[in-house]
């Protein structure tokens, strides 16, 4: 999930080697494997949330991992957002987080939920985790009802903008950091309030708040299915960049209303080209029928319950009615984006969802063939942003620019393969990738690690850690080698 540069300041975090060689003392050379690795933590009472059940997984892990940098990778980066991304309080009597992305002061309703949903496992052990999660829950809720067609949010409800985006020809709001459309902004909460429910059965998250939020979200995807109009959201910005802004008095390239819902925006804040994203469209179908259990199981709503699912239903019909294409192979897969007359394109974006990243949300089986080919498909030359250098092999996107590879991509890869060698293969590359920092990046350089953007990305640090315990539980014989 990533910004523009000129209002939201994301890619002035490269760092070169100058900065790379103050970042670190670490030594890199062949046989140096077994030095000590100064922690990349901070002091535990500078650390804003410590949860005794992460920290203690974070040792059970570690004592099973083989390869010393990997285990020092994975203790610096699977505590991330809670050492330094959390911020809990109380509002109304209940618990609240702010949860932010890292070096970006605001709460993003994809990152946020992305950041927390790696620990959810560990929520029956720790109150306070349980607290941190029902926190956000209903921080996210209350977000929702603020404006549901926000993907950013301040802390304050009443703040305004801190991301340059209050000159944006849309309707900005008090508590809204940036407002472009994206369907996975809904989607990722509520799968992280299916995640969270099914981990602990604990219903009180899921208020009559929530649920009022929920039923925006959903009524949010039936207006973005613009079934008989344009709907309400509209979005330019005052930018040179395409890739900010929308066409046609922002609301976005000419579609046929298929069924399909629109996202005007990326997972990556990028503009889409045609608005009928193919991956947020199969997380959305995932997602609505993972809130229908919670609201079944933990609310009782029935026909709150039917509602989503017949959404889903809807979708799931559209995409495969209109959202495959050919693979120039005589084989089909999923397009990447198309406009319901037919067109379509195919590419894939290391921002999850992503075709690549569909497993990932439970939005396709990493077995089903066609996943199969599609992932196969975008980890090729086909897609326009898969790079191959000297320093690794991955995917990319447009936001940062050609030759930049997404750690994302490749942490993504390995969780899509049983096959240990390119397993290993991945390992290598991001325990080669990481520029001495000890954490992962947002992107770097094919030919070039040295030269990497966001230092501080919370985000890509957890799903780092997500891939370790992965592994730790589908590959451990490959753990507790040496890559």
Not at 354 to 368: I, N, T
Not at 475 to 483: D, M, N, T
Request: with cysteine; proline share 6%; aromatic share 8%.
């Amino acid at each position: 999930m990533e910004h523009d540069t000129m209002n939201l300041g994301r890619r002035d975090v490269m760092v070169g080697a100058a900065a790379l060689a103050l970042a670190t003392t670490l030594p890199h050379a062949a046989g140096a494997a077994r030095a000590v690795r100064p922690s990349k933590r901070p002091a535990p009472g500078a650390r804003r949330f410590t949860s005794p059940a992460v920290e203690a997984e974070i040792k059970r892990v570690k004592a099973k991992m083989g390869d010393p940098e990997l285990a020092w990778l994975f203790e610096n980066c699977y505590p991330n957002t809670l050492d330094t991304t959390v911020k809990v309080g109380i509002v109304d009597g209940k618990p609240d987080a702010f949860v932010i992305t890292g070096d970006i002061e605001a709460l993003w309703l994809r990152d946020s939920s992305a950041q927390l949903q790696t620990y959810v496992h560990l929520a029956p052990k720790d109150p306070a985790l349980r607290r941190l999660f029902a926190g956000l829950i209903a921080r996210q809720a209350r977000c929702i009802l603020i404006d549901p067609y926000a993907n950013a949010f301040m802390e304050e409800p009443t703040a305004l903008s801190n991301l340059g985006a209050r000159t944006d020809q849309t309707e900005m709001k008090p508590g809204v950091a940036e407002r472009k459309w994206e369907i996975d902004s809904l989607c990722y909460p509520m799968r992280l309030a299916h995640g969270y429910w099914t981990a602990t059965r604990d219903k009180t998250p899921f208020d009559a708040l929530w649920a009022k939020a929920m039923a925006r979200a959903v009524a949010t995807f039936r207006e973005q299915q613009r079934k008989t109009d344009k709907g309400p959201y509209h979005f330019q910005r005052l930018n040179v960049s395409p890739t900010e802004t929308l066409m046609f008095e922002g609301y976005g390239a000419p579609t046929r209303k298929v069924g399909l819902i629109h996202s005007m925006f990326r997972p990556s804040d990028d503009a889409c080209l045609y608005p009928f994203l193919i991956p947020s469209n199969l997380f959305a179908v995932a997602a609505l029928r993972m809130l229908a259990t919670v609201q079944r199981e933990a609310r009782g709503d029935t026909a709150a319950a039917a509602d989503s699912e017949a959404l889903a239903a809807e979708v799931e019909a559209a995409l495969n009615a209109h959202g495959r294409m050919a693979d120039g192979q005589g084989n089909t897969v999923w397009a990447y984006e198309v406009d319901g007359f037919g067109n379509a394109i195919f590419m894939d974006d290391a921002n999850v969802p992503s075709l690549s990243g569909l497993p990932l949300l439970g939005a396709a089986d990493r077995r089903d063939p066609m996943f199969r080919r599609t992932a196969a498909l975008a980890w090729s030359e086909r897609n326009p942003y898969f790079f191959s250098g000297q320093a690794a092999r991955g995917i990319g996107g447009p936001h940062i620019g050609l030759d930049m590879i997404w750690p994302m991509s490749i942490i993504t890869h390995a969780m899509n393969s049983d096959d240990d060698a390119e397993i290993r293969q991945c390992l290598a590359w991001l325990k080669a990738t990481h520029g001495g920092t000890g954490f992962m990046h947002e992107s770097f350089h094919k030919d070039d690690p040295a030269k990497f953007t966001r230092s501080w990305f919370a985000w890509a640090n957890g799903l780092f850690g997500e891939l370790i315990l992965d592994l730790e539980r589908r590959k451990p014989a490959l753990l507790a080698a040496r890559i």
